[in-house]
């Protein structure tokens, strides 16, 4: 099926660090994009990317849409306290019936 | 600009109720996705709907169900409630199809007991 790996499942780092994560597929994919869920509230969209190779930037928010289709990567530099929470990949299917589908997520917590 | 409001916030149920939950999409939305998500599982899509009309479905039994009304809001139902049903439903609308520009709401949590 259309899976989506995602890792770290979690962090735990301290304010300052660089975090990596990453997310792979057996399938290929279009469209990769990266949500951020703080507590109780819903994801909302950190970055898309639409083109194999493509690295696009958000602020202190870097991910790469891998050259191969089936990875996406998120890095971000100098974590402050207000990171935490959990970060999803998503990838849009296609091919008619258009859905999202999603990485497990990966929790970070920032210490102080 | 309103976003996607989802009611209730909160429920708790006991195994073999059946519940309602309901989603108003963003004004001019007509696209409306419901996704399951549960700390082991992540985000699982149980179904989309546009124009009154389910036009996706994920891998849940036949007891997840959904509907849309001409105004573009839309319900679940999930009948027969199980311990495992326990989780966050959110509700995610888009203009007219799933992509990028998918927002969710801040869900409902569910309890079974």
């Known amino acids: 099926g259309q899976q989506l790996n995602q890792s770290p499942q979690s962090m735990f780092i301290q304010e300052g660090e660089d975090v990596s994560m990453n997310c792979t597929s057996s399938s290929i994919f279009n469209t990769w994009l990266w949500y951020k869920q703080d507590p109780g509230e819903g994801p909302v969209l950190l970055i898309a990317l639409y083109k194999a190779g493509e690295l696009t930037s958000n602020g202190r928010l870097t991910a790469q849409f891998g050259i191969t289709r089936k990875d996406s990567f998120l890095n971000i530099s100098a974590s402050i306290p207000s990171d935490v929470g959990i970060y999803f990949c998503?990838?849009?299917?296609?091919?008619?019936?258009?859905?999202?589908?999603f990485g497990k997520g990966t929790k970070l917590t920032v210490n102080p | 600009k309103a976003g996607v409001t989802q009611t209730p916030r909160y429920l708790i149920k006991t195994r073999g109720q059946q519940v309602t939950l309901s989603c108003s999409p963003i004004?001019?939305?007509?696209?409306v996705s419901w996704y399951q998500q549960t700390p082991g599982q992540g985000l699982q899509f149980l179904f989309e709907y546009f124009s009154e009309t389910q036009r996706n479905k994920g891998n849940f039994p036949g007891r997840f169900s959904g509907r849309q009304f001409s105004n573009s809001r839309s319900e679940m139902n999930v009948s027969t409630l199980e311990l495992g049903d326990s989780a966050l439903y959110l509700c995610?609308?888009?203009?007219?199809?799933?992509?990028?520009?998918?927002?969710f709401g801040s869900g409902t949590q569910l309890s079974v007991l």
């Open positions: 998503a990838a849009l299917t296609q091919g008619g019936s258009e859905k999202l589908v």
């Open positions: 004004s001019g939305h007509r696209s």
């Open positions: 995610a609308s888009s203009v007219d199809r799933p992509n990028e520009k998918l927002f």
